[in-house]
């Protein structure tokens, strides 16, 4: 199978003047990357005109992380399943979390609730059909081998998920870990 390269929503919000230069450059796939101060009847409507394109949703939400370990990581992820919900609402299979972005020193994180957290996240999103992927952590390094190594179910989780058009990696990790994600596949 060829790999669909997807092309970001490089017009912020504007969902049709991104579908009529999607159409006239040849690109058959979208990465959406979410506003999440949009209500669900905005989001909506903005992703109709993106009908006729595989649309993938990149929550790129600066400060929003499930791995918090005070009231933020609470918030982090009822935003975050609320996206979901969103996502399944349009018909979208593939949602994309950050980890750590914004948040380079790490202060405030608790692995042990990041990984529960994106389980919590990843099994809502397998009801609803959407796949939850995680995107290059950037917690620093000492903390980000956690994700990978000590955790046997994370392990499990990160594997190479479904849609094939990804170029996300961990920079530090080994060359033959680069290309992993956390996800859950969607039923069905």
Known sequence: MQPTIAMCNIFDQDAERLAVFAERHGFSAIDW???PSLSDRE??????????FQVRYHCRFHGVDVAYSDQRGDASLALLMRT??????????????????????????????????LKVLAAHGRRNGVAVALENLTTPPHQRSAYVSTHRDAKRCLRHHRYRSCSC??????????FRRFRSAPSG
């Not at 989001?43 to 006729?52: N, R, T, V, Y």
């Not at 990696?169 to 680069?178: D, F, I, K, L, M």
């Open 43 to 52: 989001f909506l409507s903005l992703i109709k005109c993106l009908d006729g």
């Open 169 to 178: 990696r961990a920079p530090s990790a080994p060359a033959e870990g680069r």
């Open 33 to 35: 990357s979410l506003d």
């Open 84 to 117: 979901v919900d969103q996502v399944a609402a349009a018909g979208g299979r593939y949602m994309t979390v950050h980890s750590g972005l914004g948040n380079p020193s790490g202060e405030g994180v608790d692995l042990d609730r990041a990984i529960a957290n």
